[in-house]
DNA sequence: TTCCTTGCCATAGTCTAACTATGGAACGAG
DNA sequence: CTCGTTCCATAGTTAGACTATGGCAAGGAA
């Protein structure tokens, strides 16, 4: 069962990927968001480092999260993200349409 | 219930829905297709003219269809695509690629 | 000590692919 | 004849994920 990667996240995806992972386990830093979405997504989707944070700072500029130098448990420096009021309304936004495309493209490739 | 256009078809999930169509309804032109995705999906995917003919081109490239000129029943001049072998190999790829990857983003986003 | 691995951040440059805008040609209807 | 529809196609732009690369700090290993 081999992972998927290069290409295979679809573009955009990883913005409300990031979005959910933020809305559930509160303020993280973008190893900690990695580690999230791989595990909960089975190891299927994994995020690389060079995907996730350039999708950070366009995510700081869209205003969608803040972010705040911290210290880790393991003491190292980190930037904590946290979901602004308007990534909260990005991320329903974006899972009601990703629900209303992800059904479309059903009824297309399950017909008969 | 506005139609969904820009940006919100996941880029790649074009080809499949190609492939798909074709698949099921045999040798089409560009036009046909389009109509035929956007009925299969109760008008939600609308498939602009200017996506879907650079991306015929394409798969035209990689050898997943081959077209050939013909007439339609309306007495116009059109380009008809059919699948090649290459094709429905593709197609079966990126279906069970499809199920997998939103199969496990499904699985973040629904997470409690 | 020195080294190496791991955790953690970040950017530059490349590539795919969809979008906008635009063009044209042929046909039927009014 | 003009207009809308059918049908094809490309040039140029943009978004976003990828590769590759860089750095720095903590902590254990040699």
Redesign the pocket.
């Known amino acids: 069962m081999p992972m998927i990667?290069?290409?295979?996240?679809p573009?955009?995806?990883?913005?409300l990927l990031i979005l959910k992972t933020l809305s559930l386990h509160g303020p993280l830093?973008?190893?900690?968001m990695a580690n999230s979405i791989q595990q909960s997504s089975e190891n299927i989707l994994q995020v690389?480092?060079?995907?996730l944070?350039?999708?950070?700072?366009?995510m700081l500029i869209k205003g969608w999260v803040t972010a705040e130098w911290g210290v880790?448990a393991?003491?190292?420096?980190?930037?904590y993200y946290k979901l602004t009021a308007a990534g909260r309304k990005q991320l329903q936004t974006e899972l009601s349409q990703f629900g209303r495309v992800f059904g479309a493209i059903n009824r297309v490739i399950q017909m008969a």
């Open positions: 990667k290069r290409d295979e996240i573009p955009g995806t990883l913005y830093h973008g190893y900690e690389e480092e060079g995907s944070y350039p999708a950070l700072q366009r880790t393991g003491n190292r420096r980190a930037r």
